[in-house]
């Protein structure tokens, strides 16, 4: 999967299995309002069950965390930093496309109250509904798609029984 789905900046994970719904990537661990606004974030996504990989990491500058957030393919970045949060607002970045567009805080912690469903919710939502049909009752490396059925052991690659693998580069 990695093989056909990755540019130079790394993976880029189809919804449907992606480990994670979202990156939320901190930008800044050192502004006290960065960091609560993104505890308040990661912790509603989480509440309405959408699964986050969050970075809060705070020796390391914001480029790196862009990079490794594009390295790691998450299918959605949520990005909290300073300058967008002064407006209430927080970025989002799409790693398929690469498309970035600003929304409101409040539009994010929206809940299904009766004022509309968050975008990332049913984005999320949508992609989850579709992992959760091709992964259905399966663990471990039968859940990866046919063909991609991770590392082999060498018991597993000798398929001749003579205690060496089986070349399938032929």
Not at 26 to 37: F, L, M, P, W
Not at 39 to 60: K, W
Request: glycine share 8%; with cysteine; proline share 4%.
């Amino acid at each position: 999967i990695i093989e056909q789905h990755h540019d130079a900046g790394g993976i880029i994970w189809s919804k449907s299995i992606a480990p994670y719904d979202i990156h939320l990537v901190c930008v800044n661990a050192n502004s006290e309002t960065v960091v609560a606004k993104s505890e308040e974030l990661y912790r509603a996504l989480t509440d309405m069950h959408i699964s986050v990989l969050y970075d809060d990491r705070t020796n390391v500058t914001p480029g790196f965390k862009f990079n490794d957030a594009d390295l790691l393919g998450m299918p959605l970045q949520v990005i909290v930093g300073d300058k967008n949060l002064k407006n209430n607002q927080i970025e989002l970045k799409e790693r398929l496309t690469g498309k970035r567009w600003t929304v409101a805080v409040d539009q994010i912690l929206e809940s299904d109250r009766g004022e509309g469903v968050s975008p990332l919710r049913s984005q999320c939502r949508a992609q989850r509904q579709g992992r959760d049909a091709s992964h259905a009752g399966v663990q471990g490396r039968d859940a990866l798609p046919t063909g991609t059925q991770g590392p082999l052991s060498a018991e597993d690659a000798d398929d001749a029984g003579d205690g060496q693998p089986t070349d399938t580069t032929t």
